[in-house]
């Protein structure tokens, strides 16, 4: 499921509310998973990976997953399906993650 593009009802972080947007998943973790937000909305912070092949993941802009912006979530959330990214694209996440998410 690593790499599953999703329109979802994505959670504020508040807790108090949520927005139909694109979501990608990060760890399928059987009945929930941990997601980021997917946005066209351009930006360049160290966990921002833009995201080339967006067509072929079934986005309709080109596209960032924002990697700050982690939810874990129950899969019931997710409303559709719009694709998957590109091995290129895959690789980029993987390692904007592990270069930047260490504990």
């Known amino acids: 499921m690593f790499g599953e593009v999703f329109i979802c009802q994505f959670p504020f972080t508040s807790g108090t509310g949520s927005k139909i947007r694109p979501a ?13 937000r997917v946005t066209s909305v351009s930006r360049t912070g ?3 990976v833009t995201l080339h ?25 997710f409303l559709r399906r719009l694709g998957v990214l590109s091995a ?16």
Do not use: Y
């Open 24 to 36: 990608l998943v990060l760890f399928d973790l059987q009945q929930d998973a941990v997601i980021c």
């Open 46 to 48: 160290m966990l921002d």
């Open 53 to 77: 092949d967006w067509q072929a993941a079934g986005l309709l802009k080109p596209s960032v997953a924002r990697l700050d912006r982690l939810v874990t979530a129950e899969k019931t959330i």
């Open 88 to 103: 290129t694209d895959l690789a980029a996440v993987r390692q904007a993650w592990n270069q930047h998410m260490t504990l």
